[in-house]
């Protein structure tokens, strides 16, 4: 089945720590998105990849990083810098710049 | 003025019910639009792309109204299943693949 994967569903981090969170898909799809999600929020987006190799921030990048080596994954590493990490990361994915199709999450929480 | 404005609900109505959803958006310039549901706790799916004509899927109709920049979805007989939070979702022309949600409304549907 084609689809978009996260891992972990939960993770629990201690404030100063960095942590990864996965983004896999095999859609075939060349651009990738991180968005943030807050209770009662609407998506807020973190980062995006049209292509391999290249990325660009979205509106709230800071405290967060990415790579994009494959076309395949777009992990986004949560890094010490971010103030209030705690929140639900959704990772989505397109063909064609419209619809956008989204992974199932991972909840991050600071300890 | 915020690029992308809907009702701020919740909304709770009967089964068997018909519920409509508006959305405004602030950029002319716009050029697809889309109707994403968002269960609790859940990534948002994908519930319907809306068109200039307007479009129909089941019991739901999406409606597009360029000149008022206004967006609308009826849901009809209204089933407990359509219990959710919908996403009224925007791209902009020039915004190089990024979509711009709403913040969503919650829709509950009663017995």
């Known amino acids: 089945d084609g689809g978009i994967t996260q891992s972990p569903k939960y993770l629990f981090r201690k404030e100063g720590q960095n942590v990864t969170l996965s983004c896999e898909q095999n859609l075939n799809h060349d651009a990738m998105y991180w968005y943030r999600q807050d209770p009662g929020q609407g998506l807020r987006l973190i980062y995006y990849s049209q292509i391999v190799n290249d990325f660009q921030k979205g509106d709230i990048a800071e405290g967060y990083s990415v790579s994009r080596e494959k076309k395949e994954s777009f992990p986004l590493t949560v890094t010490s810098a971010q103030k209030n990490p705690t929140a639900f990361y959704l990772c989505a994915s397109t063909l064609d710049g419209h619809e956008q199709f989204f992974g199932p999450g991972t909840r991050l929480t600071v300890l | 003025r915020k690029e992308v404005e809907q009702d701020p609900g919740p909304f709770n109505v009967p089964e068997g019910a018909t519920v409509a959803f508006n959305c405004t958006y602030s950029?002319?310039?716009?050029?697809?639009f889309f109707w994403y549901r968002q269960d609790c706790r859940k990534e948002p799916k994908l519930l319907m792309s809306?068109?200039?004509s307007g479009n129909e899927d089941g019991r739901f109709t999406a409606q597009l109204n360029r000149a008022s920049q206004y967006i609308s979805l009826l849901i009809r007989d209204s089933k407990l299943s359509d219990s959710a939070t919908y996403l009224c979702?925007?791209?902009?022309?020039?915004?190089?693949?990024?979509?711009?949600f709403g913040k969503g409304t919650l829709l509950t549907v009663n017995p």
């Open positions: 950029n002319s310039a716009s050029q697809s």
């Open positions: 979702v925007v791209n902009f022309r020039g915004s190089n693949y990024k979509l711009t």
């Open positions: 809306v068109y200039s």
